[in-house]
Nanobody, 120 residues
Framework: QVQLVESGGGLVQAGGSLRLSCTAS????????IGWYRQASGEQRDMVAV???????NYADSVKGRFTISRDNAKNTVSLQMNNLKPEDTAVYYC??????????????WGQGTQVTVSA
């Protein structure tokens, strides 16, 4: 059974920092892409940052220069260092991964989400 377990969310004042972590278990084969999406109340879920197995990264424009994503392929973990947080970063953050096993197909998995709240 595939599980993505997030940790590190919480309440922080504007300008502060948080670090999110996610560990994937039960994955067969290599994780091609892993990263973070977020969903604010009443909004759609949007990509925040993702990283490929080759360490290529992609960030939402709104977080560039403030957030840094990293991964440990051996441990199937991904982290998101969030600095200079703003109230508009408030959302539920979801860990996400995409795998393409050797036998074919594309599989996407989501974590349960962790709340990040930034007060003004």
């Amino acid at each position: 059974q595939v599980q993505l377990v997030e940790s590190g969310g919480g309440l922080v004042q504007a300008g502060g920092s948080l670090r999110l972590s996610c560990t994937a278990s039960g994955i067969t084969g290599r994780i091609n892409v892993i990263g973070w999406y977020r969903q604010a109340s009443g909004e759609q879920r949007d990509m925040v940052a993702v990283i490929s197995s080759g360490d290529s990264t992609n960030y939402a424009d709104s977080v560039k220069g403030r957030f840094t994503i990293s991964r440990d392929n051996a441990k199937n973990t991904v982290s998101l260092q969030m600095n200079n947080l703003k109230p508009e970063d408030t959302a539920v953050y979801y860990c996400y991964c995409l795998t393409q096993p050797s036998w074919g197909g594309t599989y996407r998995y989501w974590g349960q989400g962790t709340q990040v709240t930034v007060s003004a």
